[in-house]
């Protein structure tokens, strides 16, 4: 995530790559089905956060200025009710700061299963530090009323918005709506400079895409920051 105003990179987002043995590095359209699967989806959930505060202490350790790292929470995250506590002691067991985390939840996780649940959730993480990201916003079922029901930080615009222009109204709006609630706003997906420019005069606060990077191993990070901006 890069911060317009301040020109400077201010997070990075966890993905999660698969490396076939045969087919090389394959992204997660390629094994969504095992998201669907309450206990896989848990295990690669588990597998995805330890790696992300591994990286973290590491960094921390080799004094790279990383900012925040997102990671994404699935709804069968939540369901054992104990979310907030389990992250808060893998952060304490990494030492790892609170305020080096950002979770990324999607509309459809607030909506769906157990949503009281989910907001008493990241409530309790909110209060300890965390940033909370409501991602992909404008694809699912979030209303006005959700988004003064949950805390969040960050709300980030679906990169099918930012990319067609037809919907330059839509992005100016949720910008507005953003600002007006407190929150800072991020669009996904900016591919080139005229995108960014455009997302600049309507007041977007950060963005993220290839226009940038693409997605990057870790220890190609250090090296991204040096040169950023350069």
């Known amino acids: 995530m890069v911060d317009i105003r301040e020109n400077r990179v201010a997070g990075f987002e966890a993905l999660m790559r698969w ?5 090389g590095v394959l992204t997660p359209a390629r094994f969504m089905a095992a998201f669907e ?3 896989l989806s848990l295990k690669l959930g588990d597998v995805a956060f330890e790696a992300g505060l591994k990286q973290m202490r590491a960094w921390l350790d080799q004094g790279v200025e990383f900012g925040r790292v997102a990671v994404n929470i699935s709804s069968a995250q939540f369901r054992s009710g104990r979310l907030a506590e389990e992250i808060q002691a893998r952060l304490a067991r990494w030492n790892v700061p609170c305020e080096r985390l950002t979770i990324e939840v999607t509309e459809n996780v607030y909506m769906g299963w157990g949503s009281d649940l989910v907001s ?3 409530r309790r993480l909110h ?3 965390v940033m909370i990201a409501l991602d992909d916003f404008g694809t699912g079922y ?5 988004l003064r029901q949950f805390p969040i930080d960050r709300l980030k615009i679906d990169k099918s918005f930012v990319q067609n222009g037809e919907d330059e109204a839509i992005v100016k709006a949720v910008i507005t709506l953003g600002s007006s609630m407190g929150m800072k706003v991020v669009a996904e997906g900016v591919e080139d400079a005229e995108q960014l420019e455009a997302l600049a005069r309507y ?3 950060q963005v993220q895409g290839y226009h940038f990077g693409r997605p990057m191993p870790a220890d190609a990070v250090a090296g991204f920051l040096k040169g950023f901006g350069g």
């Open 142 to 146: 979030a209303s006005l009323a959700n």
């Open 203 to 205: 007041g977007c606060d």
């Open 37 to 39: 699967d309450q206990d």
């Open 127 to 129: 209060e300890a530090g």
């Open 120 to 122: 008493e959730t990241v």
């Open 19 to 23: 490396v076939h043995p045969e087919q």
